[in-house]
Every structure is written in structure tokens, then in C-alpha cells.
């Protein structure tokens, strides 16, 4: 196949370029700097503006994964600029472009998050549930899905994945957490009540794949593991990985203050379940945290 990438140099764009280079797939990577395509992803082909691709063939499909980090520093106004125009105006922009090619691709899996549904406290959030308090993330999520959609009307299979927190051995939620916790200075955050959906980078990557290439899938798919746990739970989790205590909780007050509204990405609630690809038969490699725990600090 012959795909486009965009927010190829991430985290799960890398993963994913080395897992379809493997399979023999010709990759082609938008990325504001082309040049590190090649290093960054598995020897990909960088590509710094869409129309640079007008001259090649026809794409076979598109992952549209590009967006500024959303928990690196608080949500200023400038800062929610950044975010909005890396999601929302470069998927427009990406949907607008497909609609101009003389053959369309048929599929486009794009990126969302499970900060879609907002702050929901014990609710089961399954792919049809609504949205609950309305925050800043989830306005951003919705965005990006809305113009992601437009792509049906050329045609086009659209798949939208909600993905949690993806652990990852060297990089993402779990490296920022491991300092602290391998010091035996990790804890709850807050209440520590809050459901907190995750997914191992392995899982991460197979549901993109299988959303890529299963025609029978369409619409929202949420990308977390089945295991939901509470953040206290996960704290103890990672504490008994790592053989060390769990007795460093980060009062929620102290976050608020901290972060402001980006401090619902830490004590809102989720407790988001993958609905959809259960009833797919999708195959989990890590459903549960402490196995998915101690796969990923073999890694390190």
C-alpha cells in the first residue's frame, strides 16, 4: 500500500512507520522538517507540503495523526492557538486537499483522544456515549473529528481513533512518571478515584492497523486497553513494578493551581471502554496493566 502520514515523527507515528516498513508498505511522511523523516521513521519518505505529493500516484490510504503535545505546558491563549491549528486547521486543510485529488483514497484513519468525552465521572464511556462537562480538550477533540468526517463526501472510509494515554517504554505518560516513581516519590493524583484509560504502544499500533485495512470499520473506535483502573490503582501498579512505595500523593488543589483547566487531563474522570473493538474480536497483546507494566520496563 501507499500511505500518507502525517504526525509521522511522534511517538505512534514512528511505531507505526516501522511496523508498515516492515510489511513492505511505501510511507510518505508530512512533517515540517522532511529532512528527519528518513532517521526518525524507519527510512519513510519525507515530505514537507501536500502538494509536493500531487505528482505521485494514487495514495492507498492516510493516517492523520499530526498535533502539538496537549500536556506539555498550560492551555494559554496562545497556547490553545497552537493546539486548535495543528489538529483542527491542518485536518481541514489535509481533507480539503484529498478532495482535490483526481482519485481519492479510500480510507482515512485520523486521531482524536479519549478527552472527547470529557470529565464523566463513573460513567461507562463506550463509543455512542455522550459527551459529559464540556472542557477545552473536548471541544478539541470534536473538532478534529468533525473535519476529519468531511472526507465521506469524496467518498472515503473514515475511522476515528479516541486514544488514551499511550504507555510506552521510552517516552510518553509512562517515562515522565518513571523518575518520580523509581525514587519512590510517585502517588495518587488527587482523590486518586479518577478512572484513567491507557494502552500499551503495541495495541496502539495493531487497532490502527486493523482500522487501516478492515473495510467493515468506520466511525469513533476508542483506543484503551479493557482493563480500565482508577489512578490510584495505576500508582500502586507502577509502584509494585518497580518495588518501591506508592506514598507521594499530589493534592488536587496543588494541580489546579499548577495547571489551571489542563488539570482535568490528570483528575477528570474516564472511564472509557473499547466497545467497538471488542465486538470487532480485536486481539489485545497487553489488556491488563500489571502484565502491560512489566512488558514495558523489561524494555527500558
Not at 482524536?112 to 463513573?122: L, Q
Not at 500523593?249 to 472511564?271: C, D, F, H, I, N
Request: with cysteine.
Amino acid at each position: 500500500m501507499r500511505i500518507l502520514l502525517s504526525g509521522g515523527t511522534g511517538l505512534i507515528g514512528r511505531a507505526l512507520c516501522q511496523h508498515w516498513q516492515q510489511q513492505g508498505h511505501e510511507l510518505w511522511v508530512l512533517s515540517r522538517k522532511p529532512q528527519r523523516v528518513a532517521h526518525l521513521c524507519s527510512g519513510a519518505r519525507g515530505v514537507g507540503q501536500l502538494q509536493a505529493l500531487d505528482a505521485v500516484p494514487p495514495l492507498d490510504a492516510v493516517v492523520n495523526l499530526a498535533g502539538a503535545p496537549i500536556a506539555d505546558r498550560p492551555w494559554t491563549a496562545a497556547r490553545r492557538q497552537v493546539l486548535w491549528r495543528s489538529r483542527i486547521d491542518l485536518t481541514r486543510a489535509l481533507v480539503d486537499w484529498l478532495g482535490r485529488r483526481a482519485t481519492p483514497p479510500p480510507v482515512l484513519v485520523s486521531g482524536s483522544a479519549v478527552g472527547w468525552y470529557g470529565d464523566c465521572g463513573e460513567q461507562a464511556l463506550a463509543e455512542g456515549s455522550p459527551p459529559g462537562r464540556p472542557d477545552f480538550g473536548s471541544r478539541l477533540c470534536a473538532a478534529w473529528e468533525h473535519e476529519a468526517e468531511r472526507a465521506r463526501q469524496w467518498g472515503m472510509r473514515v475511522a476515528l481513533v479516541r486514544t488514551a494515554p499511550v504507555l510506552a517504554p521510552q517516552h510518553g505518560m509512562l517515562a515522565r512518571l518513571l523518575p518520580a516513581f523509581r525514587m519512590g516519590l510517585g502517588g495518587r493524583l488527587g482523590s486518586g478515584r479518577q478512572w484513567m484509560p491507557w494502552i500499551h504502544l503495541d495495541d496502539q499500533v495493531a487497532l490502527i492497523d486493523r482500522l487501516l485495512h478492515d473495510p467493515a470499520c468506520s466511525g469513533p473506535y476508542n483506543a484503551c486497553a479493557p482493563g480500565a483502573v482508577r489512578n490510584a490503582h495505576f500508582a500502586q501498579a507502577l509502584a509494585r513494578a518497580l518495588h518501591r512505595p506508592a506514598l507521594l500523593p499530589v493534592p488536587g488543589w496543588a494541580l489546579r493551581l499548577a495547571l489551571g483547566e489542563m488539570s482535568v487531563l490528570l483528575l477528570g474522570s474516564q472511564r472509557v471502554v473499547p466497545a467497538r473493538a471488542e465486538q470487532a474480536a480485536f486481539p489485545w497483546q497487553h489488556p491488563a496493566l500489571p502484565g502491560a507494566l512489566a512488558h514495558l520496563l523489561l524494555q527500558r
